[in-house]
C-alpha cells in the first residue's frame, strides 16, 4: 500500500528527474509537455469518500470509490419520506 | 425495457435484485450451532418491473420466498419468486400490469378479474405444509423442497372468507391455529370471518362479525381465553378506490378500537374498546388474567406508512412513525369502553417484534426486535451517508425487570426483522436470535446468529450471501421436523 509519506519521496524523486531531463537532448519537447501542466492553485478543500480535507496542492481530483461500495449513500440524499416509501421495513 | 431511473430510492443497496438463486453451501464467518437444523424462511418482495405509479405502496412488490437450509453445520440458500397469477401475468407480458395497492380500478384492461395478490408478507408453516400468506388474499401452498409454487389453499374448502391474514397465530398448548380474514366478503365489506383451525389443518370454528369502520386489520393478540383484535386509522372506501387512490389512507380522527372475543364466544359476546389514536401494526405476546385482557406491543403514535397518506391532505408527520413498547390492558369488569396504555420503554424501536413463540398467549417475560443505538459508530466512509436510518442493534427486552441487552451488527450494517429460535428443551429465552443484516460496505447480504442470552458477545455465527437478499417483511424459523425440506 502506497503511504503518504512514500508519495511524498516518490514526487520529490520524479521532480529530481524533471530537472534532469530538463537539461538533456529533448528538453524542448519535454519543456512544453512541462507548461502543459496547470500551475499550481492555492489550497483548496476536497473530499475523499465525502470527507472533507485541505488539499495544499490545489490539484487533488475528489475520490469516490467503485460502485457495490457505500451502497447506502443512495439514501443519504432522501427525505424521511422518500425513504420510508420505498424501506419502510429496511 | 425496464428502467428504474425515475425511482431515485431504488439505487444502491435498495435497487431491485430480479433474479432467483441458489447457493449451496455458504460461507460461514465462525461456526453454525449444531443444534439448529430446519429452516429460516423469509418471504418479502422484489419490484419484478416498476410499479405504474410512483406513488405505489412498497406493499405491491412482488412476491419473493427465501431460506436458509440448515443441516448439520451446514447452511445452502434458496430464493424463488412467488408465482401468483398475477406474476405470471406482468412476466408475460415483460410489463406491470397492475395498478395501486389493492386498487383493481387502477390496473391494465387485460387482467380484469386476475387474482392481483403478490404474496409478499409472511410465511408459515402449519399442518405440514408450507405457505405464503398476504392479508388480501387466500394463502399460497410451497413446496418445501423446491420453493416452487403450487397454489391457493382454501383448509379443505372450509375457509370460507376470501381473504386471509399474514399473522395467524398457532397456540403452543393446543396446536391451534387461529386465523381470519378481513374485507372477507370483498372490497370495502366491513365483514371479518374469525377461524379456529386444528392441528391437522381442518377448520374447527367460525365467528362471523363486523368492525365498526373498514379498516386494516393486520395483526391480533392471542390468549388462552381471548383473541384481541385492534383496527386503527388506516381507511378505505370504494370512491377512493375510483378514484384511482392506494387502498388505504390514515384518518387521525380515528380513535383505536379493540374488540376482546372469547375464544369460545360468537359475534354476540364481542367486547369493542377505544382508545386514543394508534397504529398497533403488528403485535408481541398477550395473556389473560382474570378479568384483565393484556396486550403488549410495540405501537406507533400514529402513520408509519407515508405511502398511505393522511386523508385530510396534511403532511405526513414522521415524528408520529415511532414505536414504543407498550402495555394495553382492558378490563372487561369494566362498566366503560376504555382502555389503559403504558410505556414500558422509552426508546423507540422497530415494531417487527418477536417472542418466544411457545410462550405465545401465555405469561412471558422476553421480547426481542431490532432498534438503532445512535451511540454506535456507522462508518459513512465505507457504507454511505443514512443520516442515522439503520437498526444496528438487536434488543433483548426484559418485561420484568426492565432491562435490554443488545447485539451490535457492526458498523456498516442494518438489521431486518428478528427472529427467536428457542433451544431444544430450554427455558424461555434460551436459544439464537437471528436475522438479515444489510452490509452497505460489502453490497451483500448477511445472516446473524447470535445466542440470545449472550446479546453482548456479539454474533456466534454469519452466513455470508455473495449479492443482496430480497428485502424481508416476515421471517420465520422452521425445524427439521415441521416439513419435508431437500
Redesign the interface.
Known sequence: MLTRRDFVAQIAAAAAGVTALSAAPGAAAFAKVVESVPARRGAVVSFH???PYVDPTGTAMPYYPPS???????????S??????????? | MVDFSNHPEMKGFFAPTRFEADVYDCEVIGKIPSDLNGAFVRLGGDWLYPPKFEDDSPFSMDGYINLFRFKNGIVDYKGRWVKTPRFKADFAARKQLFGKYRNPFTDDPSVHNLDRSVQNTTPLCFAGKLFTLKEDSLPYEIDPKTLETIGPYDFHGKYKSLTFTAHPKVDPVTGEMICYGYEATGLESRDVFLYTIDKTGHVKREVRFQVPYVAMVHDIGLTQKHVIIPIFGFVSSMERLKEGKVHWGWDNTKPSCVAIVPRDGEAKDIRWFKGPSRATVHTLNARTEGEKVILEAAIYDGNPFPFFPPIDGSPWDPTKARAYIRRNTFNLASKDDGFTEEKLFEMNVSDLGRVDDRYLSLPYRYAFTAFADKQRPFAEWKAGNMGGRVNNCYGRFDLSTGKMSSYFAGDTHSLQEVCFVPRKNGAEGDGYVIGVASNYAEMRSELIIADAQHLEDGDVARVILPFRATAQVHGRWMDEDELPFA
Not at chain 1, 68 to 78: D, F, H, M, V, Y
Open positions: 469518500m465525502d470527507r457495490g461500495t457505500r451502497s447506502a449513500a443512495a439514501a443519504a440524499e432522501l424521511e419520506e422518500a425513504f420510508r416509501r420505498m424501506q419502510c421495513y429496511a
